[in-house]
Nanobody, 121 residues
């Protein structure tokens, strides 16, 4: 059984920072690309950022230059450092990863339960 558990959300003022973490646990053979998504109130879930196992990163345009995704492969953990936060960054943030649990089998998709980020004065 694989689980993704996020932490680090909270309430922050505009211009502030938060660091989210997402740790994968269970029987894991390998994790390729890890992702962060978010769902703002009244909106569909949207992709925010991704990082490959080699460290290559990509960002949604609205968070580029403000958010930094990183990972610790030894800990099966992905991070999202969020700086210069804006009210429109408010939402539930989810991590997502396709994970291979058995060598030779295709990956299965896993989502975390989400962590709330609220940017408000």
């Amino acid at each position: 059984q694989v689980q993704l558990v996020e932490s680090g959300g909270g309430l922050v003022q505009p211009g502030g920072s938060l660091r989210l973490s997402c740790a994968a646990s269970g029987t894991i053979f390998s994790i390729s690309t890890m992702h962060w998504y978010r769902r703002a109130p009244g909106r569909e879930r949207e992709w925010v950022a991704q990082i490959t196992s080699a460290g290559s990163t990509h960002y949604e345009d609205s968070v580029k230059d403000r958010f930094t995704i990183s990972r610790d492969n030894a800990k099966n953990t992905v991070y999202l450092q969020m700086n210069s936060l804006k009210p429109e960054d408010t939402g539930v943030y989810y991590c997502y990863a396709p994970i291979i649990t058995i060598w030779g089998r295709p990956p299965s998709e896993y989502w975390g339960q989400g962590t709330q980020v609220t940017v408000s004065s």
